[in-house]
């Protein structure tokens, strides 16, 4: 079967069985090796790719299903510049705080955690949305997650929006402190709107 | 002359040499390596604990002339000897037709094919006929003797430790002149390394030398092995580490299998094959921790003070030997734990059984006895009425003592220093009483452990190893010779990088000892044709021992550059040791010389250890911790949450502190879900959880927010004063949460991991012993 996709932002086909997992199209079809496979099962997130701006392990998506959708995997976090990479906010932040190790979970926590920046996190001890717990003034920031929140309750709220993916290497500790790194900058416009560079 | 700024580099947290090729997913793993027309392979393996292989039917209807087969004939009709080299030449690299099968999981055949999926229908089409034998499936039936699978009497290797007694009589005399002994038996179970990339090599035979490219370790480990294997002589086969996803032990011996079986189906191919190992099978088939079952009496006189401990250490080492001796030498090591006490006992043995043989895993063997021992002075303490902080204090070795085999601390002790750390860490204990946000009744408790961890290989390990690095100057070529590139400072080392930072701590040490910028070194990456033989990366040794074996080369370096410059006068003083490199480098290459020096490891003085009495300095350091843990436990669900968890480790010097602490809070995590939920269940010697599904490591949701506090005591020869971090971390914290939940409850947990079933359990025969004694009149 022909399957179309929008890949990081550019057209893509391969002529693949629809039933092949998303993750060998990635990897052994369009040669982008930066997603990887840690289990096979859906339960490690190392997969991680956002389908349609959604988050799935490719592990379990079949190539029939992405037909015309766009995916975004690692490779498509940065951004090129004149021939110079920058950086997403989040990517910037694991190397910065210490939050990749071995690094082959790395790929997965990156793409999850872009795609809740760009969803919008806001940041810990944020007035944005103060008003939404007086039951005033709820509005489209009232549903960022870590707004408003202080910052145990954002530290934890991180590691739910987090939990399927898998580290082995760091304790979590250095990476959900990368994660409010990079929803920090987010917050106080260093890093554009949603931490991918514009 | 430019004199070169103060070195700024140790102790600085500079981001990972590696951090963004791993972030922007560049970072190629072994899967992602390009292999144009490389072949797959797939293993075929036994699915019985223990038998004799009678043959390997091949289905016919499978198309055999589309892949390749691979047995054990293969292997001798080469030269080679089917065998893993490591300590004895004990386990084959494929069990031979008429052979024994030693464990579920063994491999039996390998085959090669164009795809995966055609590999794998192969392996499926291979079928073992295997006569079935009476299987061993636990430590206790070992030791019973009545299916003989090592010797007689099933024991791999047994250790004696003696302290202030000659016989055991007068070990016994002590413990009854005591005024209280502790009596406990403790189990732990197996544990999975759950690296996130599981295990993979390729393989393929090309300018007459076998080439094996792979996730590992230990790269000479697997040199010597093939050596053997392949029947090769030294410059014959080149083995090279790819980036690494985790190891934490699980690929210091395990690679040699796979490298075996790579090589042998790349060289009947004809073409390279890739062996990239499924979760299930990485699961089953590789090495986990050891598990053990440790019985210990610690008998104190009346004021509290120790008189003697016997403790009696039993680890399954599985089908064979593999590490286990070592395993079990370093848990015998610190069975005593870091406490004075005159008279000390320790008996180790370890038992041939039909699980898959047991292996390193960060600890190696230390987690074991510190669960143990750890227990047993919160035991002390319980019985004793004392804080159980207060009674670490009043115990904890110091330094001027001796430890369990005779060896006086002298330096770098941080006993008061972790311990005064955890006591203005702690704060109010928590509530007993609350209920959880499901409205479920919990019950809180809090817990603390003192441990240590001898850092290097034991007792004179390093000396027999003597572990060589150099460092060499780099002359920039092409493009970059023509740019003016300043020349680079290469590190060369077989110590692998697998997350825990060696490339950027020796970047670091580099810098520092030579007085350069950190961009200016360049760590390569280990190839065996490329760089000494530094030993293993293991026992916490890379960066106390690799580092300083890296240290003292840049030095020698520094010293010989400056003497180069001072040696040309006025004319030469100006230049930067780097233009001095490039003039002295160019000088010897005209002369078809390298500027390189090569350092070989000398252990400090006064290391002196004897393998036959198990006496003397059994480690030439120790690192030091202390950890405390708030737990709830649900009395609902009996599930048990880490609330807080701190724990505080002497590391000597942190080179990077956020690299340090990196690998204490991913060590912590892993005591900590070996503590509470981690566990590889056995079912007829079989892996019956050889998934992630159900053999579960703890999420982002389930790990606690970590405090990590370092304190460092400087070690005198250790890089900068650093000493062995990377296994520390993993020998405490089980024991905490253990003295935690039995704070919370009232009952004692001995056998981990302390899982809902168990605290049921407990709790159940807790309140049926408090009805009965109710219904005392």
Known sequence: MKVTLTLNGQEAAVEVPPWRRLLDVLRDDLSLTGTKEGCGEGECGACTVLLDGEPVNSCLVAAGQCDGRAVTTVEGLATHRRGEEILHAVQRQLVACGGAQCGICTPGIAVCAAHLLERGLGAPGDGANDGASDGAGVGAQAALPLAGKSEAEARAAVRELLAGNICRCTGYQLVVEAVLAAAREVADGDAGATGRPS | ?777
């Open chain 2, 1 to 777: 002359m430019v004199q070169a700024p103060p070195a700024p580099w140790i102790g600085a947290s500079l981001p990972r040499v590696d951090g963004i090729s791993k972030v922007t997913g560049r970072a190629r793993y072994l899967d992602d390596l390009p292999a144009a027309g490389a072949w797959h392979g797939a293993t075929v393996r036994s699915d019985i604990a223990h038998g004799v292989l009678e043959a390997l039917d091949f289905d016919p209807a499978f198309d055999w002339s589309s892949v390749v087969v691979v047995t054990a004939a293969d292997i001798a009709a080469q030269g080679g000897h089917n065998v893993i080299r490591l300590i004895q030449d004990d386990q084959p690299a494929l069990v031979p037709v008429g052979g024994k099968v030693m464990h579920a999981h063994e491999p039996l055949a390998l085959v090669a094919a164009p795809s995966r999926a055609l590999a794998r229908a192969a392996a499926a089409a291979v079928r073992p006929r295997i006569q079935p034998l009476p299987a061993v499936l636990s430590a206790k039936d070992a030791l019973a003797g009545s299916v003989a699978l090592h010797g007689t009497d099933n024991v791999f290797k047994s250790f004696l430790i003696r302290k202030g007694h000659r016989e055991d009589a007068e070990l016994e005399r002590a413990l009854a002149s005591a005024a209280l002994v502790i009596e406990g038996e403790y189990t732990t179970s197996p544990q999975e390394q759950m690296y996130i990339e599981p295990q993979a090599m390729m393989s393929s035979w090309h300018d007459g030398r076998c080439h094996i490219v792979g996730s590992m370790q230990c790269p000479y480990y697997v040199h010597k092995a093939m050596k053997t294997l392949l029947a090769c002589k030294d410059d014959e086969v080149v083995i090279s580490q790819s980036v690494t996803g985790g190891g934490f032990g699980g690929k210091e011996e395990y690679p040699s299998m796979i490298a075996a079986h790579a090589a042998l189906l790349a060289r009947k191919a004809g073409r390279a094959v890739k062996l990239v190992y499924d979760r299930d099978e990485d699961i089953a088939a590789t090495t986990k921790r050891h598990p053990a079952w440790i019985r210990h009496r610690l008998g104190v006189d009346a004021s509290g003070e120790p008189v003697a401990i016997d403790v009696d250490v039993v680890m399954d080492g599985g089908a064979y030997l593999t590490l286990s001796q070592v395993v079990l030498s370093r848990g015998v090591l610190h069975a005593a734990g870091p406490y004075r006490c005159p008279v000390v006992r320790v008996r180790g043995r370890v038992v041939a059984t039909n699980h898959p043989p047991h292996g390193a895993f960060r600890g190696f063997g230390a987690p074991q006895t510190t669960f143990a021992y750890e227990r047993q002075m919160d035991k002390l303490a319980r019985a004793r009425g004392e804080d159980p902080l207060a009674l670490r204090k009043r115990l904890a070795l110091r330094s001027g003592d001796t430890t369990a085999t005779g060896q006086a601390l002298t330096f770098s002790v941080g006993t008061d220093a972790v311990l005064a750390a955890i006591e203005r860490a702690a704060g109010p204990p928590p509530q007993r009483a609350g209920r959880s946000l499901a409205g479920s009744p919990l019950r809180r408790g809090r817990g603390v452990c003192f441990y240590f961890h001898g850092a290097g290989f034991t007792g004179s390990g390093e000396a027999r190893l003597a572990g060589r690095a150099a460092v060499a100057v780099v002359l920039p070529s092409g493009a970059e010779a023509a740019s003016a590139a300043p020349v680079r400072f290469e590190v060369r080392s077989s110590s692998t990088d697998i997350g825990q930072g060696s490339i950027t701590m020796f970047s670091q040490i580099a810098a520092a000892s030579l007085g350069c910028d950190p961009q200016l070194v360049r760590v390569i990456d280990p190839t065996t044709d490329k760089v000494p033989d530094s030993g293993p990366t293991v026992a916490s040794r890379t960066c106390m021992v690799v580092g300083r074996v890296v240290e003292q080369a840049c030095r020698t370096l520094r010293g010989r550059l400056e003497a180069w410059r001072a040696a040309r006068g006025p004319a030469a003083e100006s230049l930067s040791l780097p233009e001095v490199a490039a003039a002295m480098a160019r000088e010897l290459a005209s002369d078809g010389k390298e500027l390189v020096e090569l350092v070989q490891y000398e252990p400090p003085p006064g290391i002196v250890w004897d393998d036959d009495s198990y006496t003397g300095s059994a480690y030439p350091v120790y690192g030091w911790a202390a950890c405390l843990v708030d737990v709830a436990v649900d009395l609902d669900t009996y599930e048990v949450s880490v609330l807080r968890c701190v724990q505080a480790v002497d590391v000597g010097k942190a080179i990077n502190p956020v690299i340090v602490r990196g690998q204490i809070e991913g060590g912590t995590l892993q005591a900590l879900g070996w503590a509470l939920i981690e566990n590889v269940i056995y079912k007829d010697g079989k892996v019956a959880n050889a998934n992630m599904t159900n053999c579960i490591v703890p999420t982002f949701a389930d790990a606690p927010e970590l405090e990590t506090v370092l304190v460092e005591e400087p070690y005198p020869y250790g890089p900068g004063g650093a000493k062995g971090v990377g296994e520390i971390p993993m020998d405490g914290p089980a024991a905490a949460v253990a003295n935690a939940v039995e704070d919370a409850l009232g009952c004692a947990f001995d056998s981990l991991p302390i899982s809902p079933e168990k605290i049921a359990t407990a709790l159940r025969q807790a309140s049926a012993r408090s009805d009965g004694k109710a219904g005392v009149p």
